[in-house]
């Protein structure tokens, strides 16, 4: 079945940099479209980044845009999150998800995500 592992969550300081991996398993990994959300205490679970099948295109949440970058990685069934300049309000737990469908065009919808891990906790503080 469909296995999304993340890791490399830990405290950081504020301006420091953290990167996330996602390891997949039991599906076609470079068919679908991969994404990174992250939910606070209290807070609904939001979108980080996301990118598309192919790896040709990415997007990002306008509170990452610049900061974060996404990437993937076929060979190894892997998608990462490389976060620099990190805040407080980055203090979230993160989790990886898959798109439902193969081969999608365009970004994927929040909705539109059918396959999560389990999360990792993001911390920054001094």
């Known amino acids: 079945q469909v296995q999304l592992v993340e890791s490399g969550g830990g405290l950081v300081q504020p301006g420091g940099s953290l990167k996330l991996s996602c390891a997949a398993s039991g599906f076609t990994f470079s068919s679908f479209n991969m994404g990174w959300f992250r939910q606070a205490p209290g807070k609904e679970r939001e979108f980080v980044a996301g990118?598309?099948?192919?790896?040709?295109?990415?997007n990002y949440a306008d509170s990452v845009e610049g900061r974060f970058t996404i990437s993937r990685d076929s060979a190894k069934n892997a998608v990462y999150l490389q976060m620099y300049s990190l805040k407080s309000e980055d203090t979230a737990v993160y989790f990886c998800?898959?798109?439902?469908?193969?081969?999608?065009?365009?970004?994927?919808?929040?909705?539109?995500?059918?396959?999560w891990g389990q999360g990792t906790q993001v911390t920054v503080s001094s």
């Open positions: 998800a898959a798109d439902k469908r193969t081969y999608r065009w365009g970004p994927t919808p929040f909705m539109e995500y059918g396959y």
């Open positions: 990118i598309r099948w192919s790896g040709v295109k990415d």
